[in-house]
C-alpha cells in the first residue's frame, strides 16, 4: 500500500479560520454593546470609570501595567459603545481580509481593554480563550492590506501554537476534572446533574436530564474519552492525517453536544474554529471549493517577529498548560511541580490574559439555587422582576440564546451559588433597580413597575428543578421551585 499524500499546504485552512475568527469577535463585541452600558456604564452595575479610579488609587503609575486598558483614556458610556461597535466593524474588515494583521492587533487590544474594565462580567474563560486565539492570529495573518491570492505561506510554527492551544484547551478541560477529585467525575455521574444545573440550559437540556443514569455514564465516558484522546490526535503527521481528521470530527462533535444542551456564548463557536489551524487544504477543498493559489514553500511567511516570538509563546503556553495541572492537584500536591522561573514569568505577562489555563466544571454543581428578585411599593404586595434568558416562570421553555451572552443572566447564576461572595453585584443591582436605571433594566425581560420604581426590593433564593416528563405532561412547567429563603443582606 502506497503511503498517504503529503498535504499541499495550509493556505485556505488560514483564510477560513480567521474570517470564522472574525465571525467570533463579530459575536463577541456585538453581544457586548447591546449590554455595555448596563454592565459597567456610568450607571451601569460596575462601572468601569469607578473602578479604575479605584484601581490607581491602590496601584498608583502600576495600575496602567497591571490594568492595560484603553479605557484609562476615558470609559464613560460613550466611550464604552464606541469601542465595541468599533469591535464589530474591524471584525468585519477581517472577515473581508482587509489588512488582517492591523485589524487582528486591534482587535486584540480592545477586547483586552474590556477583559480589564468588564471585571467580573468579562472574567469566563472564554473571553481569556479569544484573546489567547487572538494574540497568535496575529501573528499567523497575511502582512498584506489588500486580499488577494499567492500570498505568504502561512507560518508553520503559529499554526502549531494554535493547535496546541486546542489541544490545551480540550485536554486540560477533562484532566482538571479527574485531577480535582470532583466525585461525580470520578464516578461517572456528573450528567446527572449537569444538564439541569448547568447556567443556562436549553429545551435540549431538559430532555438529556431525562435519559436515564445508565446513558448519562456512558456519555461521559464517550466525553473523557474525547477530551483526553482526541487531542493527542491533532499532532498526527500528514502521513497519518486520517487520525487528525478523526480527532477534529471528535472534538466537533463534542462541542455540537455542548451547544445543543446549553447556552455558553461563543465559548463552542471559537472551539469549533481553533479545529481548522489542524485541517489541511487536501481536506478543505472539498468542503471550501476555493482556489487561493498558495505560495510555493520556499516563499513562507517569515516574518523575523514569528521566528523569535514563537519559541517564546511556546515556552508560556506549555508553562500555563502545565500550571493548571499543577494547580488542579488537591490538596497543595502540586505545588512545587511548576519552577519558580515559570511562575515569575507567567506572573509577568498575566496582565495581558492571553495564556491561560481551562477547564470547565472542574467540579460539578450539584444543586440549582436560583435568586428571584421582588419589588413591592408597600412592603405587603410584591412582584418578581423577569429575566430573559435565566429560569424564571417555571413555565417558561428553556431557550437558545448563543452565541450571544447574556453576561449578567451568567453572573446570577454564580451570585445565587454563593451570594456573599457576590454582595457587591448583588447590592448595586438593588440600587440600580430602586432608582429605575433604564440601562440596568434593559438587561432585563419584564419589569413590573413600569412607572415609578418600588421603594422596597429583596432577593429570595429558590431551588429549581427540572420537571419529569410525566410531571411536565400533567402541569406543562418544564421547572418546579421551592422557596428556600431571603437574603437578609439585601432588604
Known amino acids: 500500500m502506497s503511503p498517504a499524500p503529503t498535504s499541499t499546504g495550509w493556505a485556505l485552512s488560514r483564510w477560513l479560520f480567521l474570517r470564522l475568527l472574525g465571525v467570533v469577535y463579530l459575536v463577541a463585541f456585538g453581544s457586548l454593546a447591546v449590554q455595555v452600558t448596563g454592565l459597567i456604564g456610568d450607571h451601569g452595575l460596575l462601572p468601569a470609570g469607578s473602578f479604575l479610579d479605584w484601581a490607581h488609587s491602590v496601584y498608583g503609575r502600576d495600575a496602567y501595567r497591571l490594568l492595560p486598558t484603553l479605557f484609562w483614556l476615558g470609559a464613560g458610556n460613550a466611550a464604552l459603545q464606541l469601542a465595541a461597535w468599533g469591535g464589530v466593524g474591524l471584525a468585519i474588515l477581517l472577515m473581508l481580509g482587509v489588512a488582517p494583521m492591523a485589524v487582528l492587533a486591534l482587535l486584540w487590544a ?45 507560518s508553520s510554527a503559529i499554526r502549531w501554537l494554535l493547535v496546541f492551544l486546542l489541544f490545551k484547551l480540550m485536554f486540560l478541560s477533562g484532566a482538571t476534572k479527574l485531577l480535582s477529585g470532583d466525585p461525580t467525575w470520578q464516578h461517572l455521574t456528573a450528567l446527572d446533574y449537569h444538564f439541569e444545573t448547568q447556567p443556562l440550559p436549553t429545551w435540549v437540556g431538559w430532555y438529556a436530564h431525562q435519559l436515564p443514569s445508565s446513558i448519562h455514564r456512558a456519555a461521559t465516558a464517550v466525553m473523557f474519552a474525547i477530551e483526553l484522546g482526541a487531542p493527542w490526535l491533532l499532532f498526527a503527521p500528514s502521513g497519518l492525517r486520517q487520525l487528525r481528521y478523526l480527532g477534529v470530527g471528535a472534538l466537533l462533535l463534542l462541542q455540537s453536544g455542548i451547544a445543543l444542551t446549553g447556552n455558553y456564548g461563543f465559548f463552542n463557536l471559537l472551539a469549533m474554529a481553533l479545529c481548522v489551524p489542524a485541517l489541511d487544504d487536501d481536506l478543505l477543498r472539498r468542503i471550501v471549493p476555493l482556489d487561493l493559489h498558495p505560495a510555493p514553500p520556499a516563499r513562507r511567511d517569515g516574518r523575523a517577529a514569528v521566528r523569535v516570538l514563537a519559541p517564546v509563546l511556546l515556552c508560556l503556553s506549555v508553562l500555563s498548560f502545565w500550571a493548571e495541572i499543577a494547580y488542579t492537584l488537591p490538596g497543595g500536591q502540586g505545588q512545587g511541580l511548576v519552577p519558580r522561573w515559570g511562575l515569575a514569568a507567567l506572573a509577568w505577562v498575566a496582565p495581558l490574559r492571553s495564556f491561560n489555563g481551562y477547564g470547565l466544571f472542574r467540579v460539578m454543581t450539584t444543586e440549582r439555587p436560583e435568586l428571584a428578585i421582588e419589588g413591592s411599593r408597600d412592603g405587603v404586595h410584591w412582584s418578581e422582576y423577569q429575566f430573559l434568558w435565566k429560569p424564571g416562570p417555571i413555565g417558561r421553555r428553556p431557550g437558545f440564546v448563543a452565541p450571544h451572552h447574556p453576561r449578567l443572566d451568567w453572573q446570577l447564576w454564580f451570585a445565587a451559588l454563593d451570594p456573599l461572595s457576590n454582595l457587591p453585584l448583588l447590592r448595586a443591582l438593588s440600587e440600580r433597580l430602586r432608582t429605575g436605571s433604564p440601562d440596568v433594566l434593559a438587561l432585563l425581560g419584564r419589569n413590573p413597575f413600569p412607572g415609578d420604581p418600588p421603594r422596597f426590593l429583596r432577593f429570595a433564593r429558590f431551588d429549581y428543578r427540572f420537571t419529569t416528563s410525566a410531571e411536565r405532561s400533567r402541569t406543562g412547567a418544564w421547572w418546579r421551585r421551592e422557596l428556600v429563603g431571603y437574603l437578609p443582606q439585601i432588604q
Open 110 to 154: 480592545l477586547y483586552l481593554s474590556f477583559t480589564v474594565a468588564g471585571q467580573d462580567f468579562l472574567s469566563f474563560q472564554w473571553d481569556a480563550l479569544l484573546l489567547e486565539t487572538g494574540l497568535l492570529a496575529i501573528l499567523w495573518a497575511p502582512s498584506g492590506w489588500l486580499p488577494r491570492r499567492g500570498a505568504a505561506a502561512p
